[in-house]
């Protein structure tokens, strides 16, 4: 294995079983798909609706 590939993988990486390898990608797979409606949701409580608007023509 090179080095440096294990820091990527997060708890996938001290699976012993592939049983254990498909439960942390899973678990893994879950808490990262709540990051972004989680992060979208901040913005949308903490950023007023000015400063958050995309401007198509630069204005």
Same mark, same amino acid.
């Given at each position: 294995?090179?080095?440096?590939?294990? /820091?990527?993988?997060?708890?996938?990486?001290?699976?012993?079983?592939? /049983?254990?390898?498909?439960?942390?990608?899973?678990?893994?797979?879950?808490?990262?798909?709540?990051?972004?409606?989680?992060?979208?949701?901040?913005?949308? /409580?903490?950023?007023?609706? /000015?400063?958050?608007?995309?401007?198509?023509?630069?204005?």
């Amino acid at each position: 294995m090179r080095p440096g590939l294990r /820091d990527r993988h997060g708890i996938a990486f001290f699976s012993p079983t592939l /049983d254990w390898l498909v439960a942390a990608r899973i678990v893994s797979g879950a808490f990262a798909a709540g990051i972004y409606p989680m992060a979208m949701a901040w913005v949308g /409580d903490n950023v007023a609706y /000015d400063q958050r608007r995309w401007r198509w023509r630069g204005s």
